[in-house]
C-alpha cells in the first residue's frame, strides 16, 4: 500500500493518549514546520500556535474543555489561535504580509483591491472575518495531523471546548484573534477501533 495512504488508514481521533509517552522534541519540531509550511488563502498566514507541554498547563486547560482525558494525557496540545481585524485591508499586518513578498506600492494595491473583494463577494466581511479565519486554522491542523499520521504519531481533533474561557485563559484580545480549534498529539494507550465510512461512490459524484 502507498505509504502516505497507509498513515492515513492509521490515523483516528485518539481518545487516550499514553501519558508515559513524549513525542521527541526534534520529532515535533518537523510537526510544527509542517504547519509553518501549510498553504493559507492569499498568503495571508493568519494561524498562531500555542504549543501545551506541561502538565500545569494542561491541567488548566482541562476544565475549559470539558474534562476529555485528550488534554492532560497527550504529549503535546496545540491551541490554533487566528488573527481577525488585521486581515480586513488596508492594514499594517497585510502591507507588511505583502512586503515580505517584495510587492511594489502599485502591486499592493491592486492585491488589497483583489483580497478585499474577494472577502466580500464570501461574505466574509466585518465580524464574518473570524469564519474565514479559522477555516485557514484548519487547513493547517490538517497538514500537520497528516504528517503525524506519516510518522505514527496519534492525533484528535478538539473542537469540544469553552471558546470564551480559553480565550481568556491565553489573554487574547478577541476583536484581533480567536481560538479557532485545539488538537492533541501522543501515542494511543489502547487498539484503534474500527471506523466507519461512506462508500466512495456515495461520497463522490461525477459530471
Known amino acids: 500500500m ?11 481521533a485518539c481518545k487516550l ?12 519540531d518537523e510537526i510544527l514546520e509542517v504547519g509553518r509550511l501549510a498553504p493559507s488563502s492569499f498568503g495571508m498566514e493568519p494561524t498562531r500556535l500555542i504549543v ?11 476544565p475549559l474543555c470539558w474534562e476529555q482525558p485528550q488534554i492532560t494525557t497527550a504529549s503535546e496540545v496545540v491551541v490554533f489561535k ?10 499594517e499586518y497585510v502591507k507588511n504580509n505583502t512586503r515580505r513578498r517584495k510587492m511594489d506600492l ?11 473583494g474577494y472577502l466580500k463577494a464570501r461574505g466574509f466581511v466585518d465580524d464574518k472575518i473570524a469564519y474565514w479565519s ?10 500537520m495531523v497528516g504528517y503525524a499520521s506519516y510518522l505514527k504519531i496519534d492525533t484528535c481533533f478538539i473542537e469540544g471546548f469553552d471558546k470564551r474561557k480559553v480565550e481568556q485563559l ?20 489502547k487498539a484503534q477501533q474500527p471506523r ?4 466512495i461512490d456515495e461520497l463522490v459524484e461525477y459530471k
Open 106 to 116: 502599485a502591486t499592493y494595491e491592486v492585491f488589497c483591491n483583489r483580497y478585499g
Open 82 to 91: 487566528s488573527l481577525q481585524s488585521d486581515l480586513i485591508p488596508p492594514s
Open 134 to 143: 479559522a477555516l485557514q486554522a484548519y487547513i493547517m491542523a490538517t497538514y
Open 2 to 12: 502507498n505509504p502516505f495512504l497507509e498513515s492515513i488508514y492509521f490515523r483516528h
Open 196 to 199: 466507519f465510512r461512506i462508500g
Open 17 to 28: 493518549f499514553d501519558k508515559s509517552k513524549k513525542i521527541p522534541r526534534e520529532i515535533f
Open 170 to 189: 491565553y489573554g487574547l484580545d478577541t476583536f484581533k484573534e480567536q481560538v479557532s480549534l485545539i488538537v492533541c498529539f501522543g501515542y494511543r494507550a
Open 52 to 62: 501545551v507541554r506541561s502538565d500545569k498547563a494542561k491541567q488548566e486547560l482541562y
